[in-house]
């Protein structure tokens, strides 16, 4: 796109959102939309029976908002002032969130897996006044930062059993549960209708919503202000990529310290008074899609892996002359999707076939998992495994790559549903610039981009430079249409013996091709070649262990199993036939146990927390390069 367009797109954004903030679209959304569902919490019956949705409309979304915005005010919380939250994805934690924003203060959403003291270092650097925290187990998270942190003077529990017995503060925090806190609220509410109406109308399109740490593979965490300019810009240039229905159904599951969540879950729902529905808990999201069979869904790759391994099982299991007709409509579907990209031109005659296909085959293998009603699939964040992606495409599903960071208030690069090319992240959103380096490194400019990390002015400088470029720290390439290609990030690049450089991700990716591998790290810097450390897919290979008269479904057992450790090292030489000859991984190692965020081995966004996962398998890797 030629910089006049990039231009005047920006021009146009800016010109919707002129003067406005989140407070004025959740009023207008309140105001026209009032009796729409907003918010859904699912309540269990009794016993493990059926269940049922509890539900706020957007006017008593809106209305407890304020009622929060009231005791926040009255508990002496000032503008600017950080309010802190780790709760599970319910609606309490949108109401608090928007409560604060509405009393002029600065939500931040810390991420639950955070260890106690990098709890206690963001809430010091940030210098929060308020946490609002889910019970028991996340107030002894916060037991460092109550000791060490001078600001922190309330602390509100979900959980009225946690409130300590000692709760009046002294030199510490007043502790009140939430109930109490929401009752405080409405009676200020009750006493004076129109401060918290006053106080919110006051915030500023320059004002911060949020503050987001970065998860980080390595180092402390980075603060991130994001203004409601640029969250009003971003949600804006996001809703035109996607076009989520007006009232449309969401699906809450990702942490919401995770800037994808926000923009999905808090944000852009008010643009469109989207209908949120809240999943607590990731290891349910298969029963959760299929409740709410939402219009869109975000995952980062790992989700799309294990809906793909858990489909794979389902598919495995139908009758031989089923899974015949379903390969068949598969094979039409992705030629349709691969037909449909950017500079290509579809055949009626295949459009016909996909459409009979579809309504016959593949709508109701979709309708299996809870996706029939999807609009539009999304991922980013790491590279989405090919296998994945033609995976879903064979059941009639485009996932289209996006790009962004925490650094840029969320998307900057996207692929549309008619302006995509597979492999890629897409073309640059309106009004945002993208280039590369020499070096390759990918470059973003554009009002979404964060003014510099808080406290940090040395990281803000490496970060951003004169001519207002952020530099991402990702390399890449951008091809002839311009669409961006992301390669790996820069820190990560492997530098062989031979003075080759390698993108791990390149090599992770053909790897988990294989349904067995859950997980792949690839390591070689300054080593003579790349070797690798695998995990087993915990949701597969029971399955697949059965299958192949292994007796036995313990992970552990099977990551030693001849038969398993056999098919694996098949992976890999199936993996290294796509691979250049300085990529290929000459040794491996089958690790008898599964990556997870609470293992410190991923990040809260499940990404590969690099430096751990080596210095945690460091004698492994070493054993790999004895001769």
Same mark, same amino acid.
């Given at each position: 796109?030629?910089?006049?367009?990039?231009?005047?797109?920006?021009?146009?954004?800016?010109?919707?959102?002129?003067?406005?903030?989140?407070?004025?679209?959740?009023?207008?959304?309140?105001?026209?939309?009032?009796?729409?569902?907003?918010?859904?919490?699912?309540?269990?019956?009794?016993?493990?029976?059926?269940?049922?949705?509890?539900?706020?409309?957007?006017?008593?979304?809106?209305?407890? #908002?304020?009622? =929060?915005?009231?005791?926040?005010?009255?508990?002496?919380?000032?503008?600017?002032? =950080?309010?802190?939250?780790?709760?599970?994805?319910?609606?309490?934690?949108?109401?608090?969130?928007?409560?604060?924003?509405?009393?002029?203060?600065?939500?931040?959403?810390?991420?639950?897996?955070?260890?106690?003291?990098?709890?206690?270092?963001?809430?010091?650097?940030?210098?929060?006044?308020?946490?609002?925290?889910?019970?028991?187990?996340?107030?002894?998270?916060?037991?460092?930062?109550?000791?060490?942190?001078?600001?922190?003077?309330?602390?509100?529990?979900?959980?009225?059993?946690?409130?300590? %017995?000692?709760?009046?503060?002294?030199?510490?925090?007043?502790?009140?549960?939430?109930?109490?806190?929401?009752?405080?609220?409405?009676?200020?509410?009750?006493?004076?209708?129109?401060?918290?109406?006053?106080?919110?109308?006051?915030?500023?399109?320059?004002?911060?919503?949020?503050?987001?740490?970065?998860?980080?593979?390595?180092?402390?965490?980075?603060?991130?202000?994001?203004?409601?300019?640029?969250?009003?810009?971003?949600?804006?240039?996001?809703?035109?990529?996607?076009?989520?229905?007006?009232?449309?159904?969401?699906?809450?599951?990702?942490?919401?310290?995770?800037?994808? %969540?926000?923009?999905?879950?808090?944000?852009?729902?008010?643009?469109?008074?989207?209908?949120?529905?809240?999943?607590?808990?990731?290891?349910?999201?298969?029963?959760?899609?299929?409740?709410?069979?939402?219009?869109?869904?975000?995952?980062?790759?790992?989700?799309?892996?294990?809906?793909?391994?858990?489909?794979?099982?389902?598919?495995?299991? $139908?009758?031989?002359?089923?899974?015949?007709?379903?390969?068949? #409509?598969?094979?039409?579907?992705?030629?349709?999707?691969?037909?449909?990209?950017?500079?290509?031109?579809?055949?009626?005659?295949?459009?016909?076939?996909?459409?009979?296909?579809?309504?016959?085959?593949?709508?109701?293998?979709?309708?299996?998992?809870?996706?029939?009603?999807? %609009?539009?699939?999304?991922?980013?964040?790491?590279?989405?495994?090919?296998?994945?992606?033609?995976?879903?495409?064979?059941?009639?599903?485009?996932?289209?790559?996006?790009?962004?960071?925490?650094?840029?208030?969320?998307?900057?690069?996207?692929?549309?549903?008619?302006?995509?090319?597979?492999?890629?992240?897409?073309?640059?959103?309106?009004?945002?610039? =993208?280039?590369?380096?020499?070096?390759?490194?990918?470059?973003?400019?554009?009002?979404?981009?964060?003014?510099?990390?808080?406290?940090?002015?040395?990281?803000?400088?490496?970060?951003?430079?004169?001519?207002?470029?952020?530099?991402?720290?990702?390399?890449?390439?951008?091809?002839?249409?311009?669409?961006?290609?992301?390669?790996?990030?820069?820190?990560?690049?492997?530098?062989?013996?031979?003075?080759?450089?390698?993108?791990?991700? $390149?090599?992770? $990716?053909?790897?988990?091709?294989?349904?067995?591998?859950?997980?792949?790290?690839?390591?070689?810097?300054?080593?003579?070649?790349?070797?690798?450390?695998?995990?087993?897919?915990?949701?597969?290979?029971?399955?697949? #262990?059965?299958?192949?008269?292994?007796?036995?479904?313990?992970?552990?057992?099977?990551?030693?199993?001849?038969?398993?450790?056999?098919?694996?090292?098949?992976?890999?030489?199936?993996?290294?036939?796509?691979?250049?000859?300085?990529?290929?991984?000459?040794?491996?190692?089958?690790?008898?146990?599964?990556?997870?965020?609470?293992?410190?081995?991923?990040?809260? $966004?499940?990404?590969?927390?690099?430096?751990?996962?080596?210095?945690?398998?460091?004698?492994?890797?070493?054993?790999?390069?004895?001769?």
């Amino acid at each position: 796109m030629e910089h006049n367009e990039i231009i005047r797109a920006r021009q146009g954004v800016e010109a919707e959102i002129e003067g406005l903030t989140l407070v004025d679209w959740f009023r207008r959304a309140a105001e026209r939309d009032g009796g729409r569902p907003a918010l859904s919490e699912w309540v269990p019956g009794p016993s493990g029976g059926d269940g049922r949705w509890s539900t706020r409309t957007w006017a008593q979304y809106r209305a407890a #908002a304020l009622e =929060v915005a009231a005791a926040l005010a009255a508990e002496g919380t000032g503008r600017g002032d =950080v309010v802190a939250l780790m709760m599970p994805n319910r609606p309490e934690h949108l109401i608090a969130d928007i409560g604060a924003v509405h009393a002029g203060a600065v939500p931040l959403t810390v991420y639950a897996t955070f260890a106690p003291e990098q709890v206690a270092y963001v809430a010091a650097d940030c210098s929060a006044r308020v946490a609002i925290l889910q019970g028991a187990a996340e107030l002894d998270r916060w037991r460092p930062a109550l000791a060490r942190v001078r600001s922190l003077r309330t602390v509100v529990l979900m959980d009225a059993s946690a409130v300590p %017995e000692d709760a009046a503060g002294g030199d510490g925090p007043r502790f009140v549960s939430w109930a109490d806190f929401t009752a405080a609220g409405r009676r200020a509410l009750a006493a004076d209708p129109g401060a918290a109406e006053d106080r919110a109308a006051a915030v500023t399109p320059e004002d911060s919503a949020t503050l987001l740490y970065t998860s980080g593979t390595t180092g402390e965490p980075k603060g991130v202000l994001e203004t409601h300019r640029q969250i009003l810009f971003q949600v804006t240039i996001t809703q035109r990529a996607n076009r989520l229905p007006h009232g449309g159904a969401t699906l809450s599951y990702l942490p919401l310290a995770h800037i994808a %969540e926000r923009v999905l879950s808090v944000y852009l729902p008010v643009a469109v008074a989207g209908h949120i529905h809240f999943c607590p808990d990731i290891g349910e999201l298969g029963a959760y899609l299929r409740r709410v069979r939402p219009n869109g869904l975000f995952g980062v790759p790992r989700v799309w892996e294990k809906l793909q391994a858990g489909m794979t099982a389902a598919l495995a299991a $139908s009758p031989g002359e089923r899974r015949g007709a379903i390969e068949a #409509a598969a094979e039409t579907a992705r030629a349709y999707i691969a037909d449909g990209q950017y500079g290509r031109t579809r055949d009626p005659g295949l459009e016909r076939r996909f459409a009979d296909a579809d309504a016959r085959v593949l709508r109701p293998l979709r309708a299996l998992i809870g996706l029939d009603r999807v %609009e539009y699939c999304v991922s980013a964040a790491a590279p989405m495994p090919e296998e994945t992606v033609q995976f879903f495409a064979g059941l009639g599903i485009l996932i289209r790559d996006v790009y962004g960071m925490t650094e840029n208030c969320g998307a900057v690069t996207c692929n549309r549903a008619d302006a995509y090319r597979l492999g890629s992240v897409g073309l640059p959103s309106d009004g945002m610039e =993208v280039a590369v380096t020499g070096d390759g490194e990918i470059l973003v400019r554009g009002p979404i981009n964060v003014a510099g990390y808080l406290n940090r002015p040395a990281d803000t400088a490496a970060l951003i430079d004169a001519e207002g470029w952020l530099h991402t720290g990702d390399i890449g390439r951008i091809d002839g249409d311009g669409f961006v290609y992301v390669v790996d990030r820069k820190k990560e690049l492997i530098i062989t013996a031979g003075g080759e450089n390698i993108a791990p991700a $390149s090599i992770e $990716s053909r790897l988990k091709e294989h349904p067995l591998i859950g997980q792949a790290l690839a390591y070689g810097d300054r080593r003579p070649y790349p070797v690798a450390l695998l995990t087993l897919d915990a949701e597969v290979a029971p399955g697949w #262990a059965a299958a192949h008269g292994v007796d036995s479904r313990d992970i552990a057992d099977l990551a030693r199993h001849p038969v398993v450790v056999a098919e694996v090292g098949a992976a890999v030489a199936a993996a290294n036939a796509h691979l250049a000859r300085v990529q290929q991984v000459k040794k491996w190692r089958l690790l008898p146990v599964e990556w997870t965020v609470e293992g410190a081995e991923l990040t809260p $966004s499940l990404k590969l927390k690099r430096r751990v996962i080596q210095d945690k398998y460091a004698d492994a890797i070493d054993g790999l390069y004895r001769v």
